[in-house]
Each structure stands twice: as C-alpha cells, then as structure tokens.
C-alpha cells in the first residue's frame, strides 16, 4: 500500500540514517523535479499508480493515488520534503503511470507491483515465504491427505494457511492416527501387494490392499473434511458414541481403536493454544514499534482452529507511523494469498474502507478488518500484541549480539569497517557427480535466506593457470604451514600454487578447485552486469570460503581476473583431525592463524560454515533424490504428467510399461495408436 509523500519508507539494503541525513546535490534535485514536471503535463485527474525509476531503470517508489496529478505534484514541492525525499526526487529519471478506473484497481495494483519490483523507498516485507497447506485430494477413488506448498491448483480441498512447517505436519499426523487416510502416492498405491508400515502402526487403514471398504473409506473421508470445516466438536461426539457403543457390545477391540482416534484428535487441539468462540476464519494482525522498527504478529485461524501463528518485521523508514506501516503490510501480505472473511487488527489502517473493499474485490467475498474494543476479540488481538512486543524485543537484542560479533569479525581479520554482508561458499558432490556450489549469506540481521544461492556446476569452463605469486600467498609460510598437502590434492612436491592450479587444465569430476572457480566466476560476472555501481546492497563485505589455502588462491584469482580488489577474503579450513575449534584461517599476505578456542567470533564463524555446509549438502541430496527416483517414462517424447500417471495406473510400474506389447498400451485410457507406437518404440528399439 503507498504512504503518503511525505512517509516514503527507507532504503532496506543500506542503514536508514544515510537516507535521513545525505542531501543531494542542487543539481540533482533540479534535475529530478524537472522530470516530474514534465510528466505532471500529461497526468489526467483520475485515479492510478506511479513509480518513480532511477537511471538504471530500477524502480525507486510505487505509489497510487485518487488523483494522479495532485498527487505527484507534492514532490516538486522542495520545501516540504524532507531529505530523503529529496533524495529520492533526485535519483528520479524517469516516471512510468498507469490509469485505472477506481482507487480499489489502483490500490491492488500498487500491492502487486510492490512485490514483484521490492523499490527501496516503500515499506517491504521481505520475509514472504509461502505456507503450507492441508490438501485433501479427490482425483482418486481413494482420497489421500498430504502436506501442500504452492499454488492451489488441481482437484481436491485445500485447508490451512498453517503458520509453520511444523504445524502442519504435527496436524497431518494426528489426523492420519485420527481418520486413518493415505499418506502414499497414487503409484505406490498401484502397485502395493500388502500393507505398508503406516498400517502396522495404526495411521492408515490400508485402502491399498483391500483392509477397508470403499463405503467406509469415504465416511472417514468425510469426517477428516468434517474436523477440518470446523465441526470438531460434532466428529468428537460421534467417535464418543461409536466408542460408547462398541464398548456396551463387548467389543473392545473396536472401542479401543476408536478411543485412539479421540484422543489424536485431542492432540490435534491442544497444540492449538487459544480458542475463542465465535471466530471461524479470521487473521488476527497486532504490532508493536519501537526504536523506529515494527514487528507485526499475525495469528492464523480456519474452522475455528487455531492454526499458529508468525511474526514479521517490514523494513520502512524508521519515522514512519504504525498504521502506515500495517497498511503497507496487509496490502503486500494478501497479494498472493486469500484473505479471511475476517481480519482483527490492533490498530485502525489508513484508507481502511478502501483497504476493506480492495480485498473483498481480490477474494471474490465480503472482508471485514475489525478493531475490538472489548470482549474475547480483544484479549485475542491484545495476546498477539504481546506477542509482536515480545518477537520485537528478541530481534533487536539478537541485532545487538549480531553487531557485536560483526565488529569482532573486524577485529579478528583486521577489516576497515564491520562487514554488512557475509558470503560463505562451499560444495557438495559424491565423486564428482551431483556437484553443487553453495552460497549463504550473513549480515546484522542474521541469515539472510532469501539471498542463498545454489550453483549447479557445469564443469566445462577450463581453469586458467594461476601467478606464481597470486595476491602474495607466498607469503603464506610454506607448506609445513598450509596444514598439510591434503588442501592441495596429495601434491608430493609444490613449487607454489602455481604449479597446483597447472596440474588442472580443464574441470574433472571431484575438482573441489575448478568448482570454486566456476561458482565465483558466476557470482561475480552477475554482480558485474547486474549491480556495477555497487549501490543495490547486494556485493560482499567480506568472502568466507570453506577450504583452505589452495582454495584461497582460486578464488583470488577469478577476483583478480574480474577486476575485484576491494573484497576481503578467508578460509576457514578445519583443524588437526578436524577438530572444531582448531581451524585455521588463510588471508592473502598474512601467514595462517587460529582463534582462541573460547572466542564467541570463532563460534560464529563455525555456525557460518556449518550453514553453508547444510546449505550444500540439502541442494546436493535433493538433486540426487531427484536424479534417482526420475522415472524412465520421463524420457519418452510426449509423455506428460496425466499419461505418465495413466500407465503406472494401467500397469503398475515403469518396468511393466517397458515390458508391454503395443495392443496393451493402446487399452490405457489417453494412449492413442500414435502415442503407443512411440512408446513402445521407445523401450524396444536396437539403439
């Protein structure tokens, strides 16, 4: 959502005081105001959205406005802007508008534009992961209940947003304890021969093999719809009943399993910490501000079950007031996912009708944003307020540690300055194969996970031979105090690392060396061509690199070889029988040195490279699982998703498809004459 001219949120890759205090040159302004100017000539009287870009074409500001013309005429207006508008009016170039017919178009707009093009000066939620989801299918004569993350496409019913990873999974485990769905795939389904594990510990009733009736499948399929609808109380009483009434025939058996299901779904709800009655589906939005941040809590609730809650803190110019700050953040938070009926707030939103309606336009239903004054709703928004305050006052003691071990990182390595931004390369590979580069960033505020990188490593790019003095790693020591041979590929004899790098003359598989020098080749020929000026936050402070020296050389070179000189680097390479809390760090120019083994900077240090190793090590395992359960029926030309699921269904596996004549491919359902020949082409040709 926009703000008014004169709240323009700040920068959120650089601190925020720059903004307030830089004044830009007369020149600049002028230059500035007189583009605004002559787009003011052409802006009609009606409602709209505008962004203010800069000379690389980057957008500075997205605004919309009920009236385009008296709107942007505010900022050639230089007296009543404060520096940093000053500022922004100045970096102006240029000015791109679109007209809509109504403020409520304009204001979905702006929100939509905002996400997409992250312009500095606005208010930004950065952390705007999507959440999972319940998905209860219905392409199956058998329905299964599985975890969901992503666009809500295809058949079936998808129940949540659920605040956490977590949260959904403790609640799909009760509920398959409770109702006893499938969790397997449609292909494993096909081709069981007897139950699976799920059955043995009682959370499946095993569909698959035939253990349940197709009628009594479907009643468990309409109690889980039931439960997660929000009639909890009514499933209870009915599994009370049954338990009642086995339990009055003797049949203990049946009257201890349905004793089971209660108490999973018991389960289900006492996770859920708060219940108020009366609420079905509703957001509930509270933030706390201080010391010019804002932490915003936002607790979810579907089906009158609390399904957890998540805290978010939408980087802004620090003056800017809590409602302008919530109104940004609603706009932003509900471009991409559906709005309850019902949104509680702690504060009253700027433009909150407009904010109101714009949300009903977007939903295809009425939204009503409420501020409780008394009653339940109230506790419940004053609980979540609580709540912002408390995730608030966590975050800024955690910047203030964060700080602290940023300036000892200064000190221990000998930098100019703190570094604002850490980048840790590491790789990942077995023999070679499923290589991965891996890059983690850290800065004041922690792990910045939206700007992790993965590298899929080509391996074709030949390695330049190094200097014989490459940056002065000469002056490392020596071999007896590089660590051992072992960091430059069991050489018997070095002559320097020159001689090291001449021994590769192009990438081979397992060439820690090469797949360094191809990731940073990467990294930094995209920050050339992206980010040359530098001024969009996203070049390294400083560059941690898990290896050791040879490992340094490498990348010393590509950064020679790019033009880079004003970027520190280390290696952190682990100690004597890789040991934690011996490592030894590696600087161009300066012999090799260790950290005190009780020094909060090493230990920070190590969770550095032990993020990145993680970071590497998942990339790396999820493109082998992916390489090993890729079918063979990928590789047939014209093969999609729906034939490819119509053979296994057909024939039960990949293997049964490949031994089939053409006759009994042409009985599957959407497997023409054409498309069998192909297929059986396919597996049966002398190639």
Same mark, same amino acid.
């Given at each position: 959502?926009?703000?008014?001219?004169?709240?323009?949120?700040?920068?959120?890759?650089?601190?925020?005081?720059?903004?307030?205090?830089?004044?830009?040159?007369?020149?600049?302004?002028?230059?500035?105001?007189?583009?605004?100017?002559?787009?003011?000539?052409?802006?009609?009287?009606?409602?709209?959205?505008?962004?203010?870009?800069?000379?690389?074409?980057d957008a500075?500001?997205?605004?919309?406005?009920?009236?385009?013309?008296?709107?942007?005429?505010?900022?050639?207006?230089?007296?009543?802007?404060s520096?940093?508008?000053?500022?922004?009016?100045?970096?102006?170039?240029?000015?791109?508008?679109?007209?809509?017919?109504?403020?409520?178009?304009?204001?979905?707009?702006?929100s939509?534009?905002?996400?997409?093009?992250?312009?500095?000066?606005?208010?930004?939620?950065?952390?705007?992961?999507?959440?999972?989801?319940?998905?209860?299918?219905?392409?199956?004569?058998?329905?299964?209940?599985?975890k969901?993350?992503?666009a809500?496409?295809?058949?079936?019913?998808?129940?949540?947003?659920?605040?956490?990873?977590?949260?959904?999974n403790?609640?799909?485990t009760?509920l398959?304890?409770?109702?006893?769905?499938?969790?397997?795939?449609?292909n494993?389904?096909a081709?069981?021969?007897?139950?699976?594990?799920?059955y043995?510990?009682?959370?499946c009733?095993?569909?698959?093999?035939?253990?349940?009736?197709?009628?009594?499948?479907?009643?468990?399929?309409?109690?889980?719809?039931?439960?997660?609808?929000?009639r909890?109380?009514?499933?209870?009483?009915?599994?009370?009943?049954?338990?009642?009434?086995?339990?009055?025939?003797?049949?203990?058996?049946?009257?201890?399993?349905?004793?089971?299901?209660?108490?999973?779904?018991?389960?289900?709800?006492?996770?859920?910490?708060?219940?108020?009655?009366?609420?079905?589906?509703?957001d509930?939005?509270?933030?706390?501000?201080?010391?010019?941040?804002?932490?915003?809590?936002?607790?979810f609730?579907?089906?009158?079950?609390?399904?957890?809650?998540?805290?978010?803190?939408?980087?802004?110019?620090?003056?800017?007031?809590?409602?302008?700050?919530?109104?940004?953040?609603?706009?932003?938070?509900?471009?991409n996912?559906?709005?309850?009926?019902?949104?509680?707030?702690?504060?009253?939103?700027?433009?909150?009708?407009?904010?109101?309606?714009?949300?009903?336009?977007?939903?295809?239903?009425?939204?009503?944003?409420?501020?409780?004054?008394?009653?339940?709703?109230?506790?419940?928004?004053?609980?979540?307020q609580?709540?912002a305050?408390?995730?608030?006052?966590r975050?800024?003691?955690?910047?203030a540690?964060?700080?602290?071990l940023?300036?000892?990182?200064?000190?221990?390595f000998?930098?100019?300055a703190?570094?604002?931004?850490?980048e840790?390369?590491?790789?990942?590979?077995?023999?070679?194969?499923?290589?991965i580069?891996a890059?983690?960033v850290?800065?004041?505020?922690?792990?910045?996970k939206?700007a992790?990188?993965?590298?899929?490593?080509?391996?074709?790019?030949?390695?330049?031979?190094?200097p014989?003095?490459?940056?002065g790693? &000469? %002056? *490392? $020591? !020596? =071999? @007896? /105090?590089? #660590? +051992?041979? &072992? %960091? *430059? $590929? !069991? =050489? @018997? /004899?070095? #002559? +320097?690392?020159?001689?090291?790098?001449?021994?590769?003359e192009y990438?081979?598989?397992?060439?820690?060396?090469?797949?360094?020098?191809?990731?940073?080749?990467?990294?930094?020929?995209?920050a050339?061509?992206?980010?040359?000026d530098?001024d969009?936050?996203?070049?390294?402070?400083?560059?941690?690199?898990?290896?050791?020296a040879?490992?340094?050389?490498?990348a010393?070179?590509?950064?020679?070889?790019?033009?880079?000189?004003?970027?520190?680097?280390?290696?952190?390479?682990?100690?004597?029988?890789?040991?934690a809390?011996?490592?030894?760090?590696?600087?161009?120019?300066?012999p090799?040195?260790?950290?005190?083994?009780?020094?909060?900077?090493?230990?920070?240090?190590?969770?550095?490279?032990?993020?990145?190793?993680?970071?590497?090590?998942?990339?790396?395992?999820?493109?082998?699982?992916?390489?090993?359960?890729?079918?063979?029926?990928?590789?047939?030309?014209?093969?999609?998703?729906?034939?490819?699921?119509?053979?296994?269904?057909?024939f039960?596996?990949?293997?049964?498809?490949?031994?089939a004549?053409?006759?009994?491919?042409?009985?599957?359902?959407?497997?023409?004459?054409?498309?069998?020949?192909?297929?059986?082409?396919?597996?049966?040709?002398?190639?």
């Amino acid at each position: 959502m926009s703000n008014d001219p004169a709240d323009i949120a700040g920068s959120p890759d650089k601190p925020i005081i720059s903004l307030e205090d830089a004044v830009p040159a007369q020149g600049a302004i002028a230059s500035g105001v007189a583009v605004i100017k002559n787009v003011l000539k052409t802006l009609p009287p009606s409602p709209g959205v505008y962004r203010m870009v800069n000379a690389a074409g980057d957008a500075l500001y997205v605004g919309k406005a009920r009236h385009l013309r008296n709107r942007v005429a505010n900022y050639t207006h230089l007296d009543t802007l404060s520096n940093r508008l000053r500022r922004m009016v100045a970096e102006t170039a240029t000015m791109e508008v679109v007209v809509t017919h109504t403020e409520v178009e304009a204001l979905l707009l702006e929100s939509n534009l905002i996400k997409r093009l992250m312009p500095r000066y606005n208010v930004l939620l950065r952390d705007d992961k999507s959440f999972p989801f319940i998905h209860l299918t219905s392409d199956h004569a058998y329905p299964q209940l599985t975890k969901h993350r992503g666009a809500r496409t295809g058949g079936g019913e998808f129940f949540g947003p659920f605040a956490s990873a977590g949260a959904v999974n403790r609640t799909i485990t009760a509920l398959h304890r409770a109702f006893l769905l499938r969790s397997c795939s449609d292909n494993v389904f096909a081709i069981r021969t007897r139950p699976c594990l799920q059955y043995q510990i009682k959370r499946c009733s095993a569909p698959c093999v035939g253990r349940i009736e197709a009628e009594e499948y479907a009643r468990l399929v309409e109690e889980a719809r039931a439960f997660l609808t929000g009639r909890s109380n009514e499933i209870n009483q009915r599994l009370v009943a049954r338990m009642t009434e086995a339990a009055e025939a003797l049949d203990y058996e049946t009257a201890a399993m349905v004793r089971n299901r209660i108490r999973a779904l018991a389960q289900v709800q006492a996770h859920q910490d708060i219940n108020i009655d009366g609420i079905l589906d509703a957001d509930v939005i509270a933030a706390h501000q201080e010391g010019g941040h804002t932490a915003i809590q936002v607790f979810f609730f579907r089906g009158g079950q609390n399904w957890g809650n998540r805290a978010y803190f939408p980087s802004h110019d620090r003056k800017l007031g809590i409602e302008e700050v919530m109104t940004a953040f609603v706009g932003q938070f509900y471009d991409n996912k559906p709005p309850p009926r019902l949104l509680l707030t702690s504060h009253d939103l700027a433009e909150q009708a407009l904010v109101s309606e714009a949300l009903s336009v977007a939903a295809g239903h009425r939204v009503q944003i409420l501020r409780p004054q008394r009653g339940d709703k109230c506790k419940l928004v004053e609980h979540a307020q609580l709540n912002a305050r408390e995730a608030l006052g966590r975050r800024l003691s955690e910047s203030a540690s964060q700080q602290r071990l940023l300036e000892g990182v200064a000190t221990a390595f000998g930098l100019s300055a703190p570094p604002v931004r850490i980048e840790v390369y590491d790789n990942s590979h077995i023999q070679g194969s499923f290589a991965i580069g891996a890059m983690i960033v850290a800065g004041p505020e922690g792990m910045i996970k939206n700007a992790y990188r993965k590298f899929n490593m080509r391996g074709t790019a030949p390695i330049e031979r190094l200097p014989a003095e490459p940056d002065g790693l &000469s %002056e *490392l $020591g !020596g =071999l @007896s /105090e590089l #660590g +051992g041979l &072992s %960091e *430059l $590929g !069991g =050489l @018997s /004899e070095l #002559g +320097g690392l020159a001689d090291a790098a001449a021994s590769f003359e192009y990438l081979t598989p397992g060439d820690d060396y090469g797949m360094m020098r191809e990731m940073l080749q990467r990294r930094f020929l995209r920050a050339l061509k992206e980010d040359p000026d530098r001024d969009k936050g996203n070049w390294p402070d400083l560059i941690l690199i898990d290896g050791g020296a040879g490992q340094l050389g490498v990348a010393c070179q590509v950064l020679a070889d790019l033009g880079v000189e004003d970027v520190d680097m280390v290696a952190i390479a682990k100690g004597p029988d890789r040991n934690a809390g011996r490592e030894r760090f590696f600087m161009p120019k300066k012999p090799p040195f260790s950290l005190d083994p009780k020094d909060p900077v090493l230990y920070f240090l190590q969770r550095l490279r032990d993020e990145a190793h993680r970071f590497a090590i998942g990339t790396h395992r999820a493109k082998r699982q992916k390489a090993i359960s890729a079918s063979p029926l990928d590789e047939v030309p014209g093969i999609g998703a729906a034939r490819k699921k119509a053979l296994l269904h057909h024939f039960g596996s990949a293997r049964g498809v490949a031994r089939a004549g053409l006759q009994d491919l042409e009985q599957v359902a959407g497997i023409n004459r054409t498309v069998a020949q192909r297929i059986y082409d396919h597996f049966h040709s002398d190639g």
